[in-house]
Each structure stands twice: as C-alpha cells, then as structure tokens.
C-alpha cells in the first residue's frame, strides 16, 4: 500500500501553516481554511478531521487504509427480556404515577 501523494502534500502545508497535531487539524473550519489559503486541500482537510474524530489512524488516512471496527458483544451475564428467555434476572420498572 502506497502513500497517497496529495494527502501527503495536504499534510505538509497544515504543518507549514501551523497545524501540526490532531487537536488543531479538528479546529479548522471553513473561514480558517480560506483564511490560511488551503482552499485547495479542504477535501482532504474534511476527510482528515472525520478520521481523527472516528479515531482511525492518520496514518491509515494518508496510505487509504482502513481499521477494522470493533465488534458489538453483548455481555453474557447481561439480563435478556425478550420472549422466551427463561433466565431470572433483575428487572427494573419504572411507574408513571407516584405511589406504589
């Protein structure tokens, strides 16, 4: 897997402008992007700061790779109220009236 080459440029001109860690990528928006004059990049810009905030590698973001996501589990002590499960369990109700 090859480095995509215009996400590698995108990277070098947000660190020639100053934007050089995570937490200042996720900051830029429209009017700092004009403003610094990446109009150009703001694509990549875009899909930069949804893989930040998604937690997904920037390194997987520059070589177009992707984290597997993580499977669901459900625990298996977890209570189970659908039907048919003969299980005991606490079970919690909520009333809409004030006494019981």
Do not use: C
């Amino acid at each position: 897997m090859a480095i995509d080459r215009t996400k590698l440029k995108t990277m070098d001109k947000l660190k020639d402008k100053g934007f050089d860690t995570a937490s200042k990528i996720k900051t830029l928006d429209g009017r700092l992007i004009l403003k610094n004059g990446l109009t150009g990049e703001m694509a990549n810009i875009f899909d930069l700061q949804d893989a930040i905030k998604a937690n997904h590698s920037e390194l997987a973001w520059l070589m177009d790779g992707e984290d597997p996501k993580p499977e669901r589990k459900e625990a298996a002590d977890a209570d189970d109220d659908r039907a048919g499960n003969t299980r005991t369990g606490v079970y919690a109700e909520t009333y809409a009236a004030g006494s019981y």
